[in-house]
């Protein structure tokens, strides 16, 4: 049968040993693997290449198209780059999978029912990482969504959910707040949901789907949700089903796909035999499923619930009068090869389909909407603490466009602000048309001209659109 050349890396802090714990798993169930290892993390960034990976090890794993990886350590201190970012933007790993099941009872938890997956967009929202300093006392981060990205993110998982026979997904966004960017993601969900009537769905606010899913995961089975949430929830699914150290994730693009355990690399355990393989184990499973050696992963997944159901833990979920024996990292490798080709007789055993693939149709953009200039809002640096005052200054540029709004913070200032209103020194100022027509182009750059001949320090600008006659910018809290 065919060999697989896969790339991978040992990381820093722990990463060596529980990769040589995995690696030790994967030869003895007879994975057809062949491996190609590079160097990432720690040494290279302080070797000074600021994004932790060079260009070899790049070539290495868009050749080989699959990367297993430990966990690395990133340099404290300003200048170092996320890798894992880099790598899931720069490859398209548009997905982020995470299965949070529990093992009750032989791994603590509250949840003995629980068995969710949570499928997390990997590129864009808060993690575009566009951010700047625009005023002394304020900073800003940009938040993009894109119509592309949550068409992807949402039909994968409920594609997930049809392959592995899963009953319900479930989105959760904060759309009642961010209209427009969370509304969008909540917008397509509802779009594609009806694509898969077969598969029930169900949306939830993010604050209250977070706090039941970690009081109630009986409620969930898949999932979706933007970067910033999904990495937060993700992680608190995983700690509530037993331990972040059982947990291994994928990372899934079009052509390349990352596997690795969710923590880190704990540098103060590294080198003393005691972390737990189990989230490198589980991810390498999640790989060769990947790779369609869906035989080798179910054997090793078999023989892990097995050393499991035994009680054979790891200190991290090592617990007296459940757990028969407390096993270092490779005692736990050597106990899950023991049990290779056996099943546990508690847990439930796995039985994974033949060729589990899950293509995602390229994105066809559909027409242009008709869109029309409205107004702009501009941002400027003003010392000044009335409102009042500002706009007195910003009503000289009125030309068809207009002053009509001055925000502090997002909160309406003027026209009839409150005096209780706390403000800084970022002002968002709104012009716009006063009748249904269209702004005029050369009016923008006409007002900011006339601003900067009036010394108002124009920080920022965002034009202000309809399409298809709908407004897609938000109104002011409290307009």
């Avoid at 592309?148 to 959760?172: D, H, N, Q, T």
Wanted: with cysteine; net charge negative; aromatic share 8%.
């Amino acid at each position: 049968m065919e060999v697989k050349k896969i790339t991978v890396a040992h990381g820093d802090g722990i990463g060596p040993e529980i990769m040589e714990a995995t690696l030790t798993v994967l030869k003895a169930a007879g994975a057809r693997l062949e491996y190609e290892q590079i160097e990432v993390g720690e040494k290279v960034y302080l070797n000074g290449n600021t994004s932790g990976i060079d260009q070899s090890a790049w070539n290495s794993i868009r050749q080989n198209k699959v990367f297993l990886k430990a966990p690395i350590t990133t340099p404290q201190g300003g200048g170092y780059k996320s890798l894992n970012v880099t790598m899931r933007k720069s490859l398209g790993l548009f997905a982020n999978i995470r299965p949070c099941n529990s093992f009750h009872p032989f791994v603590r938890t509250k949840h003995p029912e629980m068995d969710v997956v949570v499928i997390r967009e990997n590129e864009e929202d808060l993690y575009a990482g566009i951010e700047h300093q625009q005023t002394d006392e304020v900073v800003q981060c940009l938040k993009l969504i894109t119509r592309p990205g949550s068409e992807k993110i949402i039909r994968y998982a409920f594609e997930y959910a049809r392959l592995y026979k899963r009953k319900k997904v479930s989105c959760f966004t904060k759309d009642n707040i961010m209209k427009h960017t969370d509304g969008l993601f909540h917008r397509v969900f509802k779009e594609i949901a009806a694509e898969y009537p077969d598969i029930e769905s169900d949306s939830w606010i993010i604050d209250i789907g977070a706090a039941r899913l970690a009081d109630t995961p009986e409620m969930f089975d898949v999932v979706v949700m933007p970067n910033l949430y999904g990495d937060i929830v993700s992680d608190i699914t995983a700690q509530i089903s037993g331990s972040v150290g059982l947990a291994g994730t994928a990372n899934i693009g079009a052509s390349c796909a990352m596997f690795e355990a969710i923590h880190g690399s704990a540098p103060d355990i590294a080198g003393k035999d005691m972390a737990n393989p189990s989230g490198l184990i589980r991810a390498a499973v999640m790989m060769l499923n990947h790779i369609g050696q869906q035989d080798v992963a179910e054997k090793i997944n078999n023989a892990w619930l097995c050393a499991i159901e035994k009680g054979l833990h790891t200190p991290d979920i090592f617990k007296e009068g459940v757990s028969t024996q407390k096993l270092g990292t490779r005692a736990f490798a050597e106990a899950v090869v023991a049990h290779l080709g056996q099943k546990p007789e508690k847990l439930s055993a796995v039985e994974f389909d033949k060729d589990v693939q899950i293509q995602i149709p390229i994105y066809q953009r559909a027409k242009a909407a008709s869109k029309k200039l409205k107004g702009v809002d501009v941002f400027v640096d003003w010392k000044g603490s009335d409102a009042n005052e500002l706009a007195v200054l910003l009503q000289r540029l009125n030309r068809d466009i207009r002053l009509s709004m001055i925000t502090n913070r997002g909160v309406k200032v003027w026209p009839n602000g409150f005096e209780e209103t706390f403000c800084t020194d970022h002002w968002r100022c709104r012009f716009e048309v006063e009748n249904g027509n269209p702004a005029l182009r050369e009016s923008i750059p006409i007002l900011l001209r006339e601003a900067l001949n009036a010394n108002i320090d124009v920080i920022k600008t965002e034009n202000l659109y309809e399409f298809d006659g709908e407004r897609r910018y938000s109104l002011g809290q409290g307009q």
